[in-house]
C-alpha cells in the first residue's frame, strides 16, 4: 500500500482530518511502546488470559501488570470480561495483531545488526 503525498494543495479539511489521524496513530505508538504492554500484547494474541496468568507469563507482579492493561484499556487495545473474581483480557480489535506482526518481522524473524 503506497503512502499519500502530502502538498499544498490538499484542502483544509482532508489537512484536518490527517491531523486526526495522526494523533489517533500517535497514541496507538505510544501504548504499544512500552516493553510490559508489548508483551502483554504479544501473549493476547494467542487469546484471552486472565491477569493472573498473565502475571505468571511475564514474570511480574499484579500492581505493574494491572498498570499496563490499564493503560491498553484507556488506548482501546484491550477488552475485560470479569468472571467471578477473576479478570479476562482478550485484544480489542486486529491493530495489535498487525502492528506485531510488523514488528515481529523487523526485529524478531532476522536478526538485527
Known sequence: MALP???????????DKIVDNATIA?????AVSHEGRLMILCHLVTGE????????LLSARQAAVS????????????????????IYYRLADDRPR????????????????
Not at 500517535?26 to 505510544?30: D, P, V, Y
Not at 488470559?49 to 505468571?56: I, N, P, Q, R, Y
Not at 502492528?99 to 538485527?112: G, H, K, N, R
Open 5 to 15: 503525498v502530502l502538498s499544498n494543495t490538499i484542502s483544509e479539511q482532508e489537512m
Open 26 to 30: 500517535s497514541n496507538f505508538l505510544k
Open 49 to 56: 488470559k486472565s491477569v493472573t496468568e498473565l502475571e505468571d
Open 67 to 86: 498498570q499496563q492493561l490499564s493503560r491498553l484499556r484507556l488506548e482501546g487495545l484491550v477488552i475485560p470480561r470479569r468472571e467471578g473474581k477473576a
Open 98 to 113: 498487525r502492528i506485531l506482526e510488523l514488528v515481529y518481522d523487523l526485529f524478531c524473524a532476522t536478526p538485527v545488526g
